[in-house]
C-alpha cells in the first residue's frame, strides 16, 4: 500500500535559520513520483518539485533543496536562510502511475512551517 | 479531522457528453474550494477557486464555459465537464477550506477517461 508520512505537523523557526521537512513514503513500485508543494495561507496548491524514482540526485533551487534516499525511502525538503514569506503548509506527495504519470497523487498531510521574524 | 469526500473517484464517458464531479466537506463547512487539474507526468494544476454564493475565479487559459464550477452550499461545490473530448482526459481533484483556515483539505481524486 501506498502511503507519504510527514511527521512533522508543525515547526516554528527563526527567521534565517535553516530548516528541513521530513517526507517518508511507502511503496511497492519501483517506479514512482515524489513531489513537494507548498500551501501559502491564500489556500492554493504550490508546486515546488517533481523527483521520479530513477533520478536520486539531489537538487538544488536557489534557497531549496531536497534530498532523496531511496534507501530509507526519504525525499526530504530543506529550505536555507529562511523568510517570512516561507510560511506556509507544505505537503509531499507521491504518485505511482507512471504510464500516466498522474494517477492517484498521494499526499503527506502537510507540515506547517512558520518563520518568526 | 476535516474530510472531503469526491466522488466519482473514476468515470468513463463518451465524447459529446458532459459529466459532473462531486466535492463534498463532509464535517465542515468550505467557503472555499480548489478545483486542479493534473495532465499526464506534470504537477496539480490549479484550475478554480470558488467561494460559496458567487461566481468561480478561474485560472488563466482554464475554459469558464467548458468546466462549469458550482459552489452553491457550504458542503458542496461541483465541476462540469461539458461536450467532454478524449483530451479532457485527466485527474481531477478537489481541496476545501474552511473559512478562517489557511490549511485546505483534499478530496481524493477523480479519473476521468473520455472515449
Known amino acids: 500500500a501506498q502511503k507519504v508520512t510527514q511527521a512533522q505537523t508543525e515547526i516554528s523557526v527563526v527567521e534565517k535559520e535553516d530548516v528541513t521537512l521530513d517526507c517518508v513514503y511507502e511503496?511497492?513500485?519501483?517506479?514512482?513520483?515524489l513531489f513537494w508543494y507548498k500551501q501559502p495561507p491564500s489556500g492554493e496548491l504550490v508546486f515546488l518539485i517533481r523527483r521520479n524514482s530513477f533520478d536520486e540526485q539531489n537538487e538544488i533551487s536557489g534557497r531549496y533543496s531536497w534530498n532523496f534516499q531511496k534507501s530509507t525511502s526519504s525525499f526530504n525538503f530543506t529550505i536555507t536562510a529562511s523568510q517570512v514569506v516561507d510560511s506556509a503548509v507544505y505537503f509531499c506527495a507521491l504518485s505511482e502511475d507512471l504510464e500516466t504519470g498522474a494517477n492517484n497523487l498521494f499526499f503527506g498531510t502537510g507540515t506547517r512551517l512558520t518563520v518568526i521574524p | 479531522g476535516a474530510v472531503v469526500s469526491q466522488h466519482p473517484s473514476r468515470v468513463i464517458c463518451k465524447s459529446g457528453t458532459s459529466v459532473k464531479i462531486e466535492c463534498r466537506s463532509l464535517d465542515f463547512q468550505a467557503t472555499t474550494m480548489f478545483w486542479y487539474r493534473q495532465f499526464p507526468k506534470q504537477s496539480l494544476m490549479l484550475m478554480a477557486t470558488?467561494?460559496?454564493?458567487?461566481?468561480?475565479?478561474?485560472e488563466q487559459g482554464v475554459e469558464k464555459d467548458k468546466f462549469l464550477i458550482n459552489h452553491a452550499s457550504l458542503t458542496l461545490s461541483t465541476l462540469t465537464v461539458t461536450s467532454a473530448h478524449p483530451e479532457d482526459s485527466s485527474f481531477y481533484i478537489c481541496?476545501?477550506?474552511?473559512?478562517?483556515?489557511?490549511?485546505?483539505?483534499f478530496g481524493q481524486g477523480t479519473r476521468l477517461t473520455v472515449v
Open positions: 511503496t511497492r513500485d519501483t517506479t514512482y513520483y
Open positions: 481541496s476545501a477550506r474552511r473559512l478562517g483556515d489557511t490549511e485546505a483539505f
Open positions: 470558488s467561494n460559496e454564493g458567487s461566481k468561480a475565479t478561474y
